[in-house]
């Protein structure tokens, strides 16, 4: 079943013994109507052999198992022309740990909070070397085995613009430097949003203010990509086997790291409370345009992309449906609306004869 694993969340989440506020609930049944009748669909034709089939439409539901390929798809093709043609560092700015209750009782606040830090940091790095560079920020959560671990991956690219409207490559960043501005202003920044049991300095590990960093040359199609996991990918999807084991109360699924397969095993109430939790808050935006990647500069950003262009090819923005007898492009014979049923007289009405 395409939905397995939903239906699987779906039996522990729904019990009454587990607590979901209105807008999970909301997000899980989203989900669970995934291609289905609910938000309409197409009836499509084979443009070679005259098959007919009838394609529904995704829910979007942020975090959805099943319809988030295309949605991530979409995103790194509309970012690769807005970003430009040269080397990038990426960055991903984690902090200690004791934040991660502050997250969870004030999610959209706390992540609010910390992309301001991450822009003070930016701009520190822009005055320092005397110039604009573009970023492009991420806000994700979870970290090995659906832990909660708030953080935020920065593609920065390695350059920008002086101020005399010159390209000035940058060579080389002081981590250390993003570090201290994060370290410097969250807590200050929580507590201008008026934000409740902040941790205290002397239960914050300062070792856990860390800038992991990856420097990628010539190659800014495979960061791009990287960030399109982070920006639209989801904690499970459906080529991870979801095993439920009745008898322990468990879930158990395979994470893959770094080439390596690691089996993780969570008690089902756990799993789904995790599984919920990293489903981003409805209405937040959680990326973030910085620097020459920002609305700001489009005009300058386009005459640079000019200079940069982007040598690779572009596949095409609209996804087509394929035959799945013969693979070629289907056409659409009928549009469906939300919970319309397909009348199979009217199918056979449209029904176009392949040119031979």
């Known amino acids: 079943m395409k939905n397995r694993i939903l239906e699987q969340i779906c039996s522990v989440a729904l019990k009454r013994s587990f607590k979901l506020d209105a807008k999970q609930k909301r997000s899980l049944q989203n989900m669970r109507e995934c291609k289905t009748t609910r938000?309409?669909?197409?009836?499509?034709?084979?443009?070679?052999?005259?098959?007919?089939?009838?394609?529904?439409?995704s829910c979007n539901q942020r975090g959805c198992p099943i319809c988030y390929k295309a949605n991530q798809k979409r995103w790194e093709d509309k970012v690769l022309t807005s970003v430009l043609n040269v080397n990038?560092?990426?960055?991903?700015?984690?902090?200690?740990?004791?934040?991660?209750?502050?997250?969870?009782?004030?999610?959209k606040d706390f992540m609010n909070a910390f992309f301001e830090?991450?822009?003070?940091?930016i701009n520190n790095i822009s005055k320092y070397y005397g110039i604009t560079p573009g970023c492009i920020a991420v806000f994700q959560t979870h970290g090995k085995g659906m832990s909660y671990k708030p953080h935020i991956h920065c593609v920065l690219s390695d350059g920008g613009l002086t101020g005399n409207g010159d390209w000035m490559p940058l060579g080389t960043i002081s981590y250390t430097r993003i570090t201290d501005v994060i370290k410097e202003y969250l807590v200050k920044e929580l507590q201008r949003k008026h934000i409740q049991d902040i941790p205290e300095q002397k239960d914050i590990n300062d070792r856990?203010?860390?800038?992991?960093?990856?420097y990628y040359q010539g190659n800014v199609q495979k960061i791009i990509g990287y960030l399109a996991h982070a920006a639209k990918g989801v904690v499970i999807n459906l080529n991870q086997e979801l095993v439920e084991n009745e008898e322990k109360g468990t879930f158990s699924y395979i994470e893959r790291h770094a080439g390596k397969e690691t089996r993780i095993e969570l008690d089902k109430?756990?799993?789904?409370?995790?599984?919920?939790?990293?489903?981003?808050?409805?209405?937040?935006?959680?990326?973030?345009?910085?620097?020459?990647?920002?609305?700001q500069y489009s005009d300058k950003l386009e005459k640079l992309q000019k200079i940069?262009?982007?040598?690779?090819?572009?596949?095409?923005?609209?996804?087509?449906?394929?035959?799945?007898?013969?693979h070629a492009a289907m056409e659409i014979i009928m549009t469906l609306e939300p919970y319309e049923e397909?009348?199979?007289h009217e199918i056979l009405c449209k029904i176009k004869l392949p040119e031979t």
Not at 46 to 56: D, L
Not at 88 to 107: A, D, E, M, Y
Not at 117 to 121: D, E, F, Q
């Open 39 to 57: 938000y309409g669909g197409r009836v499509v034709q084979c443009t070679k052999c005259g098959t007919i089939a009838t394609v529904y439409n």
């Open 117 to 121: 830090c991450v822009k003070r940091a």
């Open 88 to 107: 990038h560092f990426h960055l991903v700015i984690s902090i200690p740990q004791v934040f991660t209750g502050v997250w969870l009782r004030n999610k």
């Open 308 to 326: 940069f262009p982007m040598e690779i090819e572009m596949e095409e923005a609209e996804f087509v449906d394929h035959c799945p007898i013969c």
């Open 208 to 214: 856990e203010w860390n800038v992991y960093a990856t």
């Open 269 to 295: 109430e756990l799993f789904v409370s995790r599984y919920m939790n990293h489903i981003p808050v409805p209405h937040t935006v959680t990326v973030r345009n910085y620097g020459l990647y920002s609305n």
């Open 342 to 344: 397909v009348p199979a």
